[in-house]
């Protein structure tokens, strides 16, 4: 269920999302080497955005946070969530925040879980523009808020954050697939993933080089529901990597079905489901 | 004038290491900036010059010069092959080709985004060429620029000054080559579907039977992969019919037993697409591909570590799609 206070807080992301992803277009905010002051206050701001001034305990007790050491491919760069405590309807991660402080658009997704399902990893993938701090906020459901921070080294040489081809991108949008394990029982904790074809690119600004502009294309929010009820939701942005992937765990305790709800910033929206226990259909 | 001494040598050619003589151009001197790697120019075959990349990683203390670049010379004008990561490395390839030719430079041909080749470019704006490059590189390269520049300035600081973006003014379509008379001379430019990258384009100098494939061929150095594994295959079973008689690759030596090197590559990917697609169907993670995928190819090839594990991401999201 979404509460006033989550709607509220919902929309305050948003519009930070939303700031932040103007900023790219229109100011010349690609900033790659930043000092040591800068990058703190990059994230006072976005800190002092979120949470106003609400104190951040340090989470290392609370959510593991797995990345590389450098970013091999700075277009897909993995990462991984754990949650170290274990979850139920008294106690649980309301919201994680997911943060690259050096990448135009710092915000990279909100996920909101009802608290209804046990999850133990959260994984997906992220753009990293420049050496950056990356840090996961979780929001725990009676009001505490715990952050862990891992440094990420910028990929080399000839790394990009774009689309590797933008042709092949834009003929398969839209796919969606979940992929289960092979073979699980009710009750078994399912460790899913969810993948979706989309560019999730951030557009481009008409310059003084290129003369050019390309519309901007990325996803917004990704709903996952089991049998109507709420899994997780997330809003994102354009510092996930193209072709969304999401591997996320829950556990059915009945029989029913896994539904994707897709919605993209030029207001397509794309829709998949899969049977559980069955396996995925053609 | 070094020029006689280019056309002297041209008719002593036994081997690649006789006909590599040629052009140590101190052309560094009025710079300053270059002073410790005199650029070398070797003419590979007549009229064909080539400046052979270092072959390392994208540092200052290689000042970018990592691509190999070089030029061809007709009858009447002179096409450009690739212009190296600065405006200053542009600028020396510009000298070089001074050095030999007072013949207009018609043509800049970029053969594909990567900023070792791309980004030199702005030194020939003076000659007012037509720069010729796949119809999606100019795309590709609005959508780097500022990642590319700043990634420049960061590596090789202020010693990049007067680099800037140069996008290409005419484009080749897939499958539909272009021709560039160079007088006596023709140039045959092909552009390929997405492979290295999803820019990719081949010079073909019909003369001398050279294939310049730029980075559709690595030699020695570990491939990357920056457009599409399966596409690059197939690519390469398309290159293997040509009957060139030796060829330029991007990074390492000219080859003329080039059919080994094609070879080499083409294992190297297959190792990739058939680790990745296994670990793909067992619902395994990118982390585990870096792990397990083509470690067998680890002594094959120079930068292994550098950009293996890139290799191994780039094409784990390709796959996991099939
Ligand atoms: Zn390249």
């Known amino acids: ?282 | 004038m070094i020029k006689h001494r280019l056309r002297g040598e041209l008719n002593r050619w036994h081997s690649l290491r006789l006909r590599t003589l040629v052009v140590m151009l101190l052309l560094c001197l009025d710079t300053g900036i270059l002073k410790a790697q005199p650029s070398e120019f070797m003419e590979i075959a007549p009229g064909i010059y080539l400046r052979p990349g270092i072959q390392q990683n994208f540092a200052s203390h290689n000042r970018g010069h990592i691509a190999n670049i070089g030029f061809i010379v007709g009858k009447q004008a002179v096409a450009v092959i690739d212009t190296g990561s600065s405006y200053q490395e542009g600028l020396t390839l510009r000298r070089a080709i001074r050095e030999i030719t007072a013949l207009p430079i018609q043509y800049v041909i970029l053969t594909h985004m990567h900023p070792d080749h791309t980004l030199g470019a702005a030194a020939f704006d003076q000659d007012a060429p037509v720069y010729i490059g796949h119809a999606q590189l100019k795309d590709a390269l609005i959508r780097r620029q500022t990642h590319y520049l700043d990634r420049l300035k960061e590596v090789l600081g202020s010693t990049t000054e007067g680099t800037r973006l140069v996008l290409p003014s005419a484009g080749v379509e897939v499958g539909r080559a272009v021709r560039l008379e160079l007088g006596d001379r023709i140039l045959e430019l092909q552009a390929y579907p997405t492979a290295h990258t999803n820019n990719d384009l081949s010079v073909y100098d019909r003369n001398s039977g050279t294939l310049w494939l730029s980075d559709l061929l690595f030699v020695e150095r570990i491939p990357v992969v920056d457009g599409s594994l399966l596409g690059w295959l197939g690519v390469i079973d398309y290159l293997d019919q040509s009957e060139a008689k030796r060829v330029v690759p991007g990074h390492g030596p000219v080859v003329t037993e080039w059919k080994a090197s094609l070879a080499d590559q083409r294992r190297y990917l297959d190792a990739l697409l058939s680790g990745i697609r296994g670990i793909v169907r067992q619902n395994g993670t990118i982390e585990q591909a870096i792990e397990q995928v083509g470690q067998e190819e680890k002594d094959n090839w120079l930068l292994f570590d550098e950009y293996h594990g890139r290799n191994v991401t780039a094409s784990f999201v390709e796959l996991e799609w099939e």
């Open chain 1, 1 to 282: 269920m979404t509460t006033v206070s989550n709607l509220k807080h919902n929309k305050v992301v948003r519009k930070i999302v939303q700031i932040s992803y103007l900023t790219f277009l229109f100011g010349s905010l690609m900033i790659t080497t930043l000092s040591a002051a800068e990058t703190d206050g990059r994230w006072h701001e976005i800190k002092t955005s979120l949470f106003g001034d609400r104190a951040i305990k340090d989470g290392e007790d609370v959510i593991g946070l797995e990345t590389p050491y450098r970013a091999l491919d700075a277009a897909v760069v993995p990462i991984s969530i754990e949650s170290k405590i274990t979850q139920n309807q008294n106690n649980y991660i309301k919201s994680l925040y997911l943060v690259i402080d050096n990448n135009p658009s710092p915000i990279a997704a909100v996920f909101h879980f009802p608290g209804k399902h046990n999850w133990q990893s959260l994984s997906t993938r992220v753009r990293v523009n420049a050496y950056t701090d990356l840090r996961v906020i979780a929001e725990i459901n009676d009001g505490n808020i715990y952050m862990v921070n891992n440094y990420v080294k910028a990929s080399g040489g000839c790394s990009a954050p774009s689309l590797k081809d933008p042709a092949a991108a834009a003929a398969h949008l839209g796919k969606i697939k979940l992929k289960l394990p092979k073979a699980s029982n009710l009750g078994d904790l399912l460790s899913t993933q969810l993948l979706i074809k989309h560019p999730n690119s951030s557009g481009l600004q008409f310059d003084q080089i290129s003369r050019q502009y390309i519309p901007a294309n990325f996803i917004r929010s990704i709903q996952v529901t089991f049998n109507d009820e709420v899994v997780f939701t997330a809003d994102s942005d354009i510092s996930i990597s193209e072709d969304p992937s999401i591997h996320f765990g829950f556990s059915p305790e009945e029989e029913g079905i896994l539904k994707v709800e897709v919605k993209d910033s030029t207001g397509r929206t794309f829709n998949h489901s899969v049977d559980l226990p069955n396996q995925e259909k053609g």
